[in-house]
């Protein structure tokens, strides 16, 4: 069976699927064709079928199959996930027609300039190189391997499995969002008991000389913290007279990012600070006036704390670094007056940091129906453009609410941005997840292999995971919704399918380094030969 799995993995990396193109469908093809070609899919042809990504412009799509034990009459489910798309290959400079081709990229890196880690694995034969091999068509080759195994002795096996290979993992999740509505709707017609989801997205290393494989239960969030900054625009010759919205972005940042006092920890297990991913100033043109409104957000992992408690955390981080910049200019304005001779009064500025939630209901209190109104507009207007974004649009929004309050003092205003991925956390309580703990140790105990393997909370890395489950505190949900400008227009979350599937997840992927970079590669005889067995044995050791 490895060798099967080694032979699809490099057919579906030979077959370009950059996120965000056409060419995505190119693999979603391919996946179904192979399904068709198996005995069990020949007999039944209903049970393969596309999923259309909701609302999507480039008409993407990802495949769904089915394999219905025959072997007793169990309602038993383990739903396997994979997705089929890949980041881009621009990475690979003047190789990149070679990406999609690993036996001939080896070739190509040979006698290259390249890191000293990344020429031993390239000489020792062990490694196999390209975009996607690793993230993740090995992973989609052994889900879909294991699943023909298993169709192939359908009599004999006792339980279901649903498989998905979904598109636009690596962008928005457009395809996972997609699926599942179609999951909730199936488990209704079929009567499925959903177990688990189980992924097998990529493992690495987790630190310099880790040799450890992992296995993980359960699954790291991600919400996007996002700040609109109001200061006060001046003259560029009068500093003292404004307040700079750059400087008091550049303070939220030297609070937040990489700051691992907002690191979320469960169970010794700690998420990764949160880290900018955009900080701009939003001004219009180049003249000397100074930036009156700046834009700043965060990647911000959880692995418990909920969108209303993140919320809380980041104003109280918002209003720290805002009242330091009030205090360090009161005291370069006196070292400036007393220089120049000038009388020195305390600048006015005070701090103030408020949700997008309080700046809405400040606004509608002050100008009624108009401020819905001006939303319905702008969504309208703002969906017409396919240039924007989920980001921009949301923060679009903002900056029309705030333009009708009649308040014109500096302000921070902390929103969500999307996308928003649920944490996963499988502590145990119940019996699904008290099954998939015991299953999954019981699993890799009994797993005869040279390796050392470990079972680790939180799959680390975002992935569709997350969308197995989705809050159920009222409080959560509510702080989501309400702080996310754009939710349920722009950008949608099926919650309430979300919350039905209620499922505990796993990830048994195969182990390489250096995901999304030229150098990306496979490690040969764990990822073709230890962890399809884990897969294997957890699956049917879940169905038991």
């Given at each position: 069976m490895n060798e099967r799995i080694e032979k699809l993995t490099l057919e579906l990396a030979s077959i370009r699927g950059v996120v965000g193109t056409k060419e995505e469908n190119n693999v979603a093809d391919k996946v179904y064709e192979k399904f068709m070609e198996m005995d069990y899919f020949k007999k039944h042809p209903e049970y393969v079928d596309y999923v259309d990504v909701i609302d999507d412009p480039l008409g993407r799509k990802s495949v769904m199959a089915m394999v219905k034990g025959e072997k007793g009459n169990?309602?038993?489910?383990?739903?396997?996930?994979?997705?089929?798309?890949?980041?881009?290959?621009?990475?690979?400079?003047?190789?990149?027609?070679?990406?999609?081709?690993?036996?001939?990229?080896?070739?190509?890196?040979?006698?290259?300039?390249?890191?000293?880690?990344?020429?031993?694995d390239l000489e020792s034969g062990e490694y196999l190189f390209g975009r996607g091999i690793f993230d993740m068509k090995c992973g989609v080759a052994t889900l879909m391997t294991l699943i023909e195994e298993i169709s192939n002795d359908v009599e004999n096996f006792e339980g279901n499995i649903v498989f998905a290979g979904v598109?636009?993992?690596?962008?928005?999740?457009?395809?996972?969002?997609?699926?599942?509505?179609?999951?909730?709707?199936?488990?209704?017609?079929?009567?499925?008991e959903y177990l688990a989801v189980l992924d097998t997205d990529y493992s690495a290393a987790r630190y310099e000389g880790d040799n450890t494989r992992y296995v993980y239960v359960g699954t790291v969030g991600k919400l996007m913290p996002t700040f609109y900054i109001v200061g006060a625009e001046t003259h560029a010759g009068d500093p003292f007279k404004g307040?700079?919205?750059?400087?008091?972005?550049?303070?939220?940042?030297n609070e937040i990012d990489l700051n691992t006092k907002y690191c979320d920890e469960a169970e010794g297990e700690v998420t990764v600070p949160p880290i900018t991913l955009r900080q701009q100033d939003l001004k219009p043109e180049y003249s000397v006036q100074t930036a009156k409104t700046s834009h700043l957000y965060f990647n911000y992992?959880?692995?418990?704390?909920?969108?209303?408690?993140?919320?809380?955390k980041v104003i109280e981080g918002a209003d720290l670094a805002f009242q330091k910049v009030i205090d360090s200019l009161n005291?370069?304005?006196?070292?400036?007056?007393?220089?120049?001779?000038?009388p020195y009064e305390k600048l006015p500025w005070k701090s103030r940091v408020m949700s997008y939630d309080e700046l809405y209901k400040k606004v509608k209190e002050e100008r009624g129906e108009?401020?819905?109104?001006?939303?319905?507009?702008?969504?309208?207007?703002?969906?017409?453009?396919?240039?924007?974004?989920?980001r921009e649009f949301a923060l679009k929004i903002v900056e029309g609410v705030h333009n009708m309050w009649s308040d014109k003092d500096p302000v921070v205003v902390v929103f969500f941005s999307p996308p928003y991925y649920p944490h996963i956390y499988v502590e145990g309580k119940s019996k699904l997840e008290e099954k998939l703990l015991n299953t999954v140790k019981e699993t890799v105990e009994n797993t005869d292999s040279k390796y050392d393997i470990k079972v680790k909370k939180f799959y680390p890395y975002i992935s569709d995971l997350s969308y197995a489950a989705a809050p159920r505190e009222e409080e959560a949900i509510e702080s989501l919704k309400n702080n996310m400008p754009g939710f349920g227009t722009k950008y949608k979350l099926p919650i309430e399918d979300l919350q039905e599937l209620n499922l505990p997840v796993l990830n048994i992927g195969p182990f390489g380094k250096d995901a999304h970079k030229f150098t990306e590669r496979l490690e040969k005889d764990y990822s073709f030969n230890v962890a399809p067995e884990i897969v294997y044995n957890t699956i049917i050791n879940l169905l038991k």
């Open positions: 169990s309602n038993k489910t383990v739903i396997l996930i994979g997705h089929i798309d890949t980041v881009g290959i621009s990475d690979y400079g003047d190789l990149k027609e070679y990406a999609t081709k690993p036996l001939e990229l080896v070739e190509k890196f040979k006698g290259r300039p390249l890191p000293e880690d990344v020429v031993k598109c636009d993992e690596e962008g928005n999740s457009g395809g996972m969002l997609s699926v599942v509505p179609e999951l909730v709707k199936l488990k209704n017609k079929e009567n499925f307040i700079d919205s750059n400087l008091i972005s550049s303070a939220i940042t992992g959880t692995h418990v704390s909920t969108p209303d408690e993140v919320m809380a005291v370069g304005y006196k070292k400036y007056c007393d220089s120049n001779k000038f108009e401020v819905d109104k001006l939303i319905e507009d702008l969504n309208k207007e703002l969906l017409d453009d396919p240039n924007v974004d989920d």
